[in-house]
Each structure stands twice: as structure tokens, then as C-alpha cells.
């Protein structure tokens, strides 16, 4: 165990406890203790003994589809245009086409 503190360097450590002013009695307190955290955490099974600070995020592209669907919903519930439902036009040319888009009140439609 003491060989492998003496080949660790402060780097390895977040840095939070100033790791290399510690004296070697003191880093074998700090690595026991986290040890005892992990021991206990991996006994407890419960998410409720981690504090947990701000949201997940997404991790999987499905998790991000599951968000923007979300999103899109919240959206739509604003938007005062509805949203078009299929639709099949037809025009004979593309100026007929452009003249109809004009002619929409929903940008949605333009």
C-alpha cells in the first residue's frame, strides 16, 4: 500500500484536499475513507444515500429523441397556428404553388 502511495502524484487526485501537503499518515486516512465510502455505497443498493446536484442529462440518442418529443409538445401547446395534418396539394405549376403559400394565414403552411 505504500509503495503504490509513493507512486501517486497530486494530479491524480481532484484536488479538493490539497492532496500533496498531506503527510503520509494523513493521505492513508483520506484513501481509507474513501475506500469506506465506496464500501458503503455499494452495500446500501439506494440512489437516495448519493446527493444528487442539478439534472441528468441525456446520455443515449433515445433519451435526447425522448427530450426533444417533450419539447416539441411544450411548444406546440404555445404556438396559436396548429400544426397541418397530412395534406396532398396539387399544382399545375410553381407559380400556382407560390400563390397558394402566400395565401396562408399559417406560417407554418408558407
Known sequence: ???????????????????????PEQRLMWLSQAAQFVVAARQSGRADHVKVVGNRIAETPAEYLVQ????????????????????VFKFRTWEDLEKWRQSQTNPRLR
Open 1 to 23: 500500500m505504500r509503495r503504490s502511495q509513493a507512486k501517486r502524484v497530486s494530479s491524480d487526485y481532484d484536488g479538493h484536499t490539497e492532496f500533496d501537503r498531506l503527510t
Open 68 to 87: 426533444l418529443c417533450q419539447l416539441r409538445r411544450r411548444i406546440d401547446r404555445w404556438n396559436p397556428y396548429p400544426r397541418p395534418r397530412g395534406q
